[in-house]
């Protein structure tokens, strides 16, 4: 995830140089507004975000932590372990390099 002061204007840019649009800019109702593309070649996801105002990156309040619906705690379960499972991946083909 990548952090930006204006996401309409960041998402615009991405747009156009090509890259495949996912999700186009939004507010969440957990507070940040942000948007989603795949680069190519590798088809990875990439979202770019905006902290809502009055609110630090990254701060989110109780009450909308708990809205969050049981897919996207999901969602972010899977994430985690996928990332896990990356940084292992990691470090294996450094030790293996080294």
Do not use: Y
Not at 11 to 21: H, I, L, T
Not at 61 to 70: E, K, Q, T
């Amino acid at each position: 995830m990548f952090r930006s002061d204006d996401v309409d204007a960041a998402f615009e840019k991405v747009r156009a140089s090509g890259a495949a649009v996912l999700q186009e800019p939004i507010g969440q109702s957990w507070g940040p507004c942000d948007c989603a593309f795949r680069d190519h070649p590798s088809g990875n996801t990439v979202r770019i975000s905006q902290a809502a105002k009055g609110k630090r990156p990254g701060e989110i309040g109780s009450r909308a932590l708990h809205r969050l619906n049981s897919s996207e705690r999901t969602a972010r379960r899977e994430l985690t372990l996928c990332l896990s499972r990356v940084h292992a991946l990691s470090l294996l083909i450094l030790e293996g390099a080294g």
